[in-house]
C-alpha cells in the first residue's frame, strides 16, 4: 500500500511539473473531475436502491477524495459534521442551535483562515470547509423551520424544512456528496434526500434519469473553459496591475487592459463550477422538472448563467448570474432572515459582510463588497435618472441601441475588474498599489462624484413637488 501511494504522489508530481500546474491545484481538479465517473457508477447501480446505500457511498467517496486532497485535514471537516450532529440532535428546532451554529460553524472557518492565510490564493482544506460552513449553517436552519408553527413558517421555508431530525450518516452523506463537496454548489437537504429515494427524474420514480447528454454539455463547456483559461489568462495576471509597465499606459489603456481582464479572471470558478454541475446533473440531483415543451431541466445546480453574465451589460445581472446558488443560499438564510431590522439597505450591507467574512479575512475582500454594494445602488439610482429623464427610450432607438449597449457593456466590465482587482490582490498594499495606478477613479466616480451630483443637482429637478392642498384653509375675509 504505501508503495501504491508513493508511486501515485511521484506521479502527481510529475504531472504538476509537466502541466506547470500547483500539485494542490491539480489534486483539487482530479477530485472534481473523479466526481463524473463516481456519479456514473451512482446512476448506473445505485439509482433505486435505498437511501443508506447511497449516503454510505458518497461518505466513502467523499472521504476518500478528501484525504486524497488535505491527508489528516480531513478530519476538520469530520469533526463539523459530527459536532453539528450533536448540536441538531440535542438542541435542533431551537433558537440556541441557529445561534451555537452560526458561531461554532463561521468560527471555526474563521480560526483556519488565521491560521492558514498567506498574501496569496492557496488551496488548503479551508476551501471545501467554507462550502461546509454554509451547508451545516442552512442544515440547522432548515431543522429550525421544521419545527415552527406553519402559520410562522413562508413558502420559501417550507420547501427546505425538515420535519425530521437526520441521523449522522445522513448528514455525513449530506456533506460528503462529491459533487457539491469541494466547490459547492449550495442546495438543501431535501433535495439531497430526494436524489437519494430516485424522485428527482424525468421518468417514473426508480427510473435512471436521461441526463447523460446533459452532463456531458457541461463537462464539455469546463473542458473548453480550462483552455481558455490555460491559454488566456496568463497573458493579464493579476501582477501585471503592480508594474511599472502597467502604470506607464495611458489611462484608457490601463481601463481597457482592466476591462479585458475583468471576465478572464473568472475563468477558474466557471469551470470548476461547470464540472461540478455536470456531476450534479449526472447524479439526478440537478434535475429541475419540464418547460412549457414538456423538456426535461437539468439547471437546479447552476451556479453561472454563462449567456446572461457574460452578454448583460448591467452591474445586477452579475449579481443574479454569478456564482447563484450562493447568492440563493445567502438570500435565504442571511438577507430574509434580517427582515426584522426593517431596512433593506441594511440588510443588504449586512449580508455583503458575512460573505466577505466568509471568504476570509483579507481587507480584499471587504474592499469588494463594500464596492458591490456601492456600485450596485448607484447603478439603481441611474436607472431611475434614465426612466425619469426619458433617457432610457433614447436608448433603446434602434439607431443608438447597439452603441448604447456597448458603451454600457464596456463601462461594465471595466468597473467589474475594479472591485475584483482587491479580491485577487488581497492585501491593503498590494491594493493602494493598484488603484493609484487608475488613479482610484472606481471610489472617486461612485463614491463621491455620482452620490454629490444626484443629491444636489439630479434629485430636486428630478422630484415634482407636492401640490398645496387647500384643505382645512380658512377663506380671506373681505
Request: net charge positive.
Amino acid at each position: 500500500m504505501a508503495e501504491l501511494i508513493a508511486f501515485c504522489n511521484n506521479t502527481i508530481a510529475n504531472l504538476s511539473d509537466l502541466l506547470s500546474l500547483p500539485e494542490p491545484a491539480l489534486r483539487f481538479l482530479i477530485a472534481v473531475l473523479a466526481g463524473f465517473p463516481l456519479a456514473f457508477f451512482q446512476r448506473s447501480f445505485l439509482h433505486g436502491k435505498s437511501a443508506t446505500l447511497h449516503h454510505a457511498y458518497f461518505v466513502i467517496c467523499g472521504l476518500m477524495l478528501s484525504y486524497f486532497n488535505y491527508g489528516a485535514e480531513s478530519l476538520h471537516s469530520a469533526s463539523s459534521v459530527f459536532i453539528n450532529y450533536l448540536l441538531i440532535y440535542f438542541a435542533g428546532g431551537t433558537d440556541i442551535s441557529i445561534i451555537i451554529s452560526f458561531i461554532f460553524n463561521m468560527g471555526y472557518l474563521v480560526t483556519g483562515y488565521i491560521y492558514t492565510a498567506t498574501d496569496t490564493y492557496d488551496i488548503t482544506w479551508t476551501m471545501p470547509h467554507c462550502i461546509l460552513t454554509l451547508r451545516l449553517i442552512g442544515l440547522n436552519f432548515d431543522v429550525y423551520d421544521g419545527s415552527r408553527p406553519p402559520e410562522e413558517i413562508s413558502n420559501d421555508q417550507k420547501m427546505t424544512m425538515l420535519v425530521k431530525k437526520p441521523s449522522l450518516l445522513e448528514i455525513a452523506g449530506y456533506t460528503y456528496y462529491f459533487g457539491g463537496f469541494f466547490s459547492g454548489p449550495q442546495f438543501p437537504m431535501r433535495r439531497y434526500f430526494d436524489m437519494c429515494n430516485g424522485v428527482l427524474t424525468d421518468g417514473a420514480k426508480g427510473e435512471r434519469p436521461n441526463c447523460v447528454a446533459a452532463a456531458m454539455k457541461k463537462l464539455a463547456l469546463g473542458t473548453v473553459l480550462s483552455i481558455l483559461n490555460t491559454v488566456i489568462v496568463p497573458w493579464i495576471p493579476e501582477s501585471y496591475f503592480l508594474t511599472n509597465d502597467f502604470a506607464e499606459l495611458e489611462f484608457y489603456k490601463r481601463l481597457l487592459v482592466l476591462a479585458a481582464w475583468s471576465n478572464m479572471t473568472l475563468f477558474k470558478y466557471m469551470l470548476i463550477w461547470c464540472f461540478a454541475e455536470g456531476t450534479c446533473i449526472l447524479s439526478g440531483l440537478a434535475y429541475n422538472g419540464r418547460d412549457k415543451d414538456g423538456n426535461a431541466l437539468w439547471d437546479a445546480c447552476e451556479n453561472i448563467k454563462m449567456f446572461r453574465f457574460l452578454f448583460n451589460p448591467s452591474f445586477r445581472s452579475i449579481v443574479k448570474t454569478f456564482n447563484t446558488n450562493t447568492n440563493q443560499w445567502v438570500l435565504r438564510y442571511v438577507y430574509k432572515r434580517l427582515k426584522f431590522l426593517g431596512n433593506r439597505k441594511i440588510s443588504q450591507a449586512c449580508t455583503l459582510f458575512f460573505l466577505a467574512l466568509w471568504h476570509g479575512l483579507s481587507s480584499g475582500y471587504y474592499m469588494t463588497f463594500m464596492m458591490e454594494f456601492v456600485i450596485t445602488n448607484v447603478e439603481d439610482k441611474m436607472v431611475e435618472v434614465a426612466n425619469k429623464t426619458g433617457l432610457i427610450k433614447l436608448m433603446d432607438n434602434p439607431i443608438t441601441k447597439v452603441p448604447t449597449y456597448l458603451v454600457c457593456k464596456l463601462w461594465q466590465l471595466t468597473f467589474m475588474g475594479y472591485p475584483l482587482l482587491a479580491f485577487n490582490l488581497l492585501t491593503w498594499r498590494r491594493q493602494v498599489q493598484a488603484y493609484s495606478a487608475v488613479y482610484w477613479c472606481g471610489h472617486i466616480f461612485y463614491m463621491v462624484l455620482f452620490p454629490a451630483l444626484y443629491i444636489f443637482v439630479l434629485n430636486p429637478l428630478l422630484t415634482k413637488p407636492k401640490p398645496k392642498s387647500d384643505v382645512g384653509t380658512k377663506p380671506k375675509a373681505e
